[in-house]
């Protein structure tokens, strides 16, 4: 069952600009969490987000929670090449699965030189 | 830095084998999944596990079973290998309240 979904499929933009991605859940959740994959390769672990907190930093990265519309935002700021890769949201919820990560269909982020 | 070790990056059964999967992480959780990875569908869990001997179904568990009898080993099994099952498989593994970390991934083909 998909529960994140992620907004654009695909975003395309210039080094040095900012990046931003949308995902929407459908039900109450423990945390929200972002992950980064680059092609061919396992996901990577970038932040996470408890439903009590609104936002968060680390390094260039900032994500803002909203769980009345149940809506979680990831803005990349002064893109790098390197940034160029998938970004899935995920998120736990209830009890029994609060360890039970479920994720959105990802985007494809490209960052052009 | 946790690490989790998937043993193939690429494997490639013939319809019908038993195919196993192995996974191994070196911090000492609890909790280990196993998820395929298919275009267009995103990632799904197939079985996860919160402890030592204990197994959970995740959303397609049909096909195949999992084996945990050490705390940082699970491994899938493909009981009778088809070729939709090809995929890329990804293992992660998590502390409660933490992020996972996954491996990098086997990309499983049948043929």
């Known amino acids: 069952s998909q529960q994140g979904e992620e907004d654009p499929q695909a975003l395309s933009i210039q080094e040095g600009e900012n990046a931003t991605m949308n995902c929407s859940y459908k039900?109450?959740?423990?945390?929200l969490q972002w992950y980064r994959q680059n092609s061919g390769r396992g996901l990577v672990h970038l932040i996470l987000?408890?439903?009590?907190?609104r936002e968060k930093h680390s390094g260039r990265l900032r994500v803002t929670l909203d769980t009345s519309k149940k809506s979680s935002s990831l803005l990349i700021t002064a893109s790098r090449a390197a940034d160029t890769a998938s970004y899935f949201c995920a998120t736990t919820a209830g009890e029994q699965g609060a360890q039970k990560l479920v994720f959105g269909q990802g985007t494809r982020l490209t960052i052009n030189p | 830095d946790v690490k989790v070790t998937q043993s193939s990056r690429y494997l490639v059964k013939r319809t019908g084998e038993k195919v196993f999967l192995e996974c191994v992480q070196d911090?000492?959780?609890?909790?280990m999944f196993w998820y395929r990875q298919d275009p267009g569908l995103g990632l799904r869990l197939i079985y996860f596990s919160y402890d030592v001997k204990m197994k959970e179904k995740g959303d397609i568990p049909e096909g195949y079973s999992v084996s945990r009898e050490k705390k940082e080993r699970f491994s899938l099994i493909l009981e009778s290998a088809s070729t939709n099952q090809t995929s890329m498989y990804l293992c992660?593994?998590?502390?409660?309240?933490?992020?996972?970390?996954f491996g990098s991934g086997t990309r499983l083909t049948v043929v």
């Open positions: 992660a593994s998590s502390g409660a309240g933490y992020g996972y970390t």
């Open positions: 039900t109450s959740i423990n945390n």
């Open positions: 987000i408890r439903s009590n907190e």
């Open positions: 911090m000492d959780h609890e909790n």
